[in-house]
Structures are given as C-alpha cells and as structure tokens.
C-alpha cells in the first residue's frame, strides 16, 4: 500500500473500486488545520472528473500500469490495430482511450500505451506528428504581416488552422495534444 505522499500528477490509482488518473495534485495546510492533498481525479473507463481530499498519511492503492510503445497498423472499426515490435503480437486499442489525438495517427507511427494485466487503459498519439497539407485555399503573397490562420485538410483527414503562407502539399509539424501548428518542416 501506498500513501498519499507517493501520488503525483499522472499517477494511477484504485479509487472507490475504478481506476483513475491524477490531473491535479495539490498540498494544502490552511490556517490551523491539519493538511490535505486537493485531487482532481479522472475516470479511465468513463471520462468523468471528480474531486477529492485525501488525509495526509492517508492510504492509496497504486494501480501497477506498465506502458509500452507499440506500432500503429491499421483502424478496425472502433479500435486501432497496433502491434508489438519485439514479439510481434497485435494488440487491438479502443479509438476512444487516444482522445482527440486519434484523428492525426497515421500508420507505422510509434504510440505508446499503459496496460495493467494485459488490458489498455491509456493510450497516448506521439506529441508531434510531421503530415502533409492534402487542401487548403492558396495564401495571397504578401498577407503574412498579420496572425490570420486559415483552414487546412491533412492527409489524415484531420483539420486544423494553419498560418496564410502554408500551401497545399507541404509537410507541416502538429503538436496532437492543442491540434494546433507549430511549424513547416523542410
């Protein structure tokens, strides 16, 4: 058992017999009172948020979560069919465990994915993903001096705003967690 010392942000827990992640972690000592860890806690299998303070000292259970970066092959359905490079299994992860980064995974990509006995509970895009622009409406040369974005279509279907300069068939970096530009790559 652990206790409440051992949690930080990112942590898995048992909490009220489901398994949660630690998004907020704080230590509070107001005024004379005894202290307290404020939580903010969200639930893998629905998506729900809750609070809670935990005693100090209190007793936790650490869920025992073993990540592992797997290879991204092809969607089925509801699921992404990703594959262990070392023993060549293939492991099918629900579409809903990568959240909005599932729209930007492209097949051969390395995603990483926290199981705990042998059943995914988290799963992770890469950060940063380099796709090609398959349409977006041509820049007008000169109208860079202002911040306007415009709409563009990735080749993965996905569609994000891009600065006026970007055109079609360029390979763009995006960063999966704000679906947001970050620069042009050469």
Not at 9 to 36: C, D, K, M, W
Not at 133 to 148: F, L, Q, R
Request: proline share 3%; with cysteine.
């Amino acid at each position: 058992m652990a206790n409440t010392g051992d949690i930080h942000v990112g942590s898995v827990i048992r909490f009220n017999g489901e398994l949660v992640q630690i998004i907020e972690y704080q230590h509070r000592t107001p005024g004379n009172l005894r202290a307290f860890f404020q939580a903010k806690m969200r639930n893998l299998k629905s998506g729900k948020l809750a609070e809670y303070r935990f005693r100090a000292g209190e007793d936790v259970e650490l869920a025992r979560v073993e990540y592992r970066e797997l290879q991204y092959i092809y969607k089925e359905g509801e699921h992404f069919v990703c594959m262990d490079n070392d023993s060549y299994e293939q492991v099918y992860i629900p579409e809903d465990l990568f959240g909005s980064g599932s729209q930007f995974l492209k097949e051969g990509m390395t995603v990483k994915i926290a199981f705990e006995q042998d059943t995914p509970i988290l799963a992770e895009a890469p950060t940063f993903v380099e796709l090609e622009i398959t349409y977006t409406e041509p820049g007008i040369k000169g109208d860079t001096a202002t911040n306007t974005l415009k709409q563009a279509t990735l080749e993965t279907g996905a569609i994000i705003n891009v600065p006026l300069f970007v055109d079609q068939g360029e390979k763009i970096k995006v960063d999966t967690r704000t679906m947001t530009y970050v620069e042009r790559v050469k």
